[in-house]
């Protein structure tokens, strides 16, 4: 019960307070929610071997998000997908991008046959390894292992292997740069290897620039029977959170209430004394009504005896005409002869009155109605005795 009432309280009465003193909480929103607003998931799949990333801006505000693999194997990576959809729904591969691209190399038959969607699915490892297999057979099949021994002879000497190798590699660099720049216009990821020609190797980063409340997925499958890489995932400049798959997109409330719980219950207690002090601060005697003040004095009387003989004179400025008038009314109606009577007699005897009935019954008064009754008797028994 005490667990529902507390999610009750976050969930419902945290949002209504917070915009209520939203400018005041700024501080401390930005504290508990700031590191929220990008989140991301990993779904691992051994099996498939996939890597899975969703990832989420709920801010208001642009922000980057990168997601960066060291020591990346050659060969590990065989394709990565992205999607602004879902993980299940369509999505663009690099190696889709790549055959999509006007090159002559794709309109050769060992090519072809790695990128036809009706045998094996396309692998940027198969068709890294095919790309290779050119420079391999014509000038050493060494390569590109020995490329940078290459690179020091011809320093030093003699640079016919190498410009051999060169014309073979800037055609493929300036394919691979074409499928990066297609494939971010596509998909909004950009990616960036240190290593590899088609399969990235080395250092690889992917990143994602998220417009405010938007999401977005990406695919890394590979090659290997088993990769075991744990990539770092950041957005620069800005906190994250790493949160299950199913509440990427859940509220900004329930993800600071699941993951940054005890920030959480920071901001209910800040917002529960803030709301709270107005109610549980004591109304400045001006604020209250005669018959609270009356109640007031009555206590005071005996114990705070200055204090009460302020309450007394507040009383006596807010009903000194009513009690004129109403004697006034109660002697004419009694065929009283015309007497004059101060406001300060006659609030001297009704001040009397309840201070007597306060003494004999502990008598308070709940409303203006029942303390004008009691005056009134009170003027009446007065009107009586002249």
Known sequence: ??????????????????????????????????????????????RERTQTFIVHNSGQHTADLCISYGATPRMAISDFFASSFSEYGPGTSFTSTLTHLDSAKFREPQIRRLVDPHFN?????????????????????????IHERWLQVCHDRECSKEESFELWEQPVNLFRNSAVSSWYSSTGWQVYFTEG???????????????????????????????????????PGQPGTEVKAADVQASDMAIAWGYRRWQSLVLFVIIVVIVAIPILKPKPFEEKTTHELVNQALGLDGKDQETANKIWDLVYTQIQKDIVSSFEVQRTHAGKPAVLVTAVRLFDYIRTCLRIDYGKHDQEYRSKQDLDSYVGRCLEAFVDIL
Do not use: C
């Open 1 to 46: 019960m005490l667990r529902r009432a507390v999610h009750f309280s976050f969930f419902v009465l945290v949002p209504a307070a917070l915009a209520a003193v939203s400018l005041q909480l700024q501080p401390i929103k930005d504290w508990v929610f700031e590191p929220t607003y990008i989140r991301w998931a990993v779904e691992k799949d051994d």
């Open 121 to 145: 699915a396309p692998s940027l490892v198969a068709l890294e390894n095919e790309l290779r297999s050119e420079p391999q057979r014509n000038t050493d099949k060494r390569l590109p292992g």
């Open 197 to 235: 020609y088609l399969s990235p190797a080395a250092e690889v980063n992917f990143v994602r620039q998220l417009q405010p409340q938007s999401t977005s997925y990406l695919r890394i499958q590979f090659a290997a029977d088993k990769i075991n890489m744990d990539p770092a995932v950041q957005s």
